[in-house]
């Protein structure tokens, strides 16, 4: 192999590693649903598209299907690892997807009725939650568990699954930091016959 196609192969590589990187951080990415967390809004299989770029100038809304690293996932910043994140190369960063419940400076508590069912508090008030599975099937809250009341400090956020009974969340593993989030799923693409667009929806 002479040197000039060697020359134009690295170019090639080290152009397309790049763009790759432009375009994950930057713009968007595709991911895929491991688990059934999302129910029913989510399955497992489903293809997301992910939009990354709101993240630099604005904040979730509650409601919004948001993919983030957990605060359990300690991620590490020298070169070889931000290269595995940027560019999805064997990174084994593993990467939640949940919905905004709590925003910065809410209230939030998780109460269990007399009926069976449960309900999310936000500010002293039941929210409205037409996406969850079902509001009798819940993980009972146990002493260990951040149900609350508790008050979000002005970066922590509050996620949960739509599956209440079946979602390792913050329930589990406490609040979120702004800083923790990758990108919004946009559209559910695949397999096309499950195709959705998920608007901006403020629930409340």
């Known amino acids: ?11 090639t590589v080290v152009f397309v590693v790049v763009a790759l990187i432009i375009i994950r951080f930057f713009f968007g990415e595709v991911r895929w ?3 059934a967390s999302m129910k ?8 997301v598209i992910v939009e990354n770029f709101s993240r630099f100038y604005s904040s979730p809304n509650r409601g919004d299907i948001m993919i983030f690293y957990p605060p359990e996932v300690d991620l590490k910043y020298d070169p070889l690892s931000l290269f595995r994140r940027l560019t999805g190369f064997f990174c ?9 419940i709590g925003l910065p400076g809410d209230k939030i508590q998780i109460i269990q009725n007399e009926d069976g069912s449960s309900d999310v508090l936000i500010n002293d008030k039941v929210l409205n939650e037409p996406y969850i599975k079902d509001r009798f099937d819940y993980t ?3 002493e260990n ?32 930091k702004k800083d923790r989030f990758i990108g919004r799923a946009k559209i559910l693409f695949w397999p096309v016959t499950h195709f959705k667009y998920f608007e901006k929806k403020n629930y409340n």
């Open 1 to 11: 192999m002479n040197k000039a196609i060697l020359k134009e192969i690295v170019e």
């Open 33 to 35: 649903i491991p688990s």
């Open 40 to 47: 029913p809004t989510l399955v497992e299989g489903d293809r």
């Open 92 to 100: 084994k960063d593993t990467a939640f997807i949940k919905r905004v």
């Open 140 to 142: 009972i809250c146990k």
């Open 145 to 176: 568990m951040f149900c609350g009341p508790l008050t979000l400090g002005e970066d922590e956020f509050f996620m949960m699954g739509d599956n209440r009974g079946n979602s390792t969340d913050s329930r589990y593993w406490g609040t979120l």
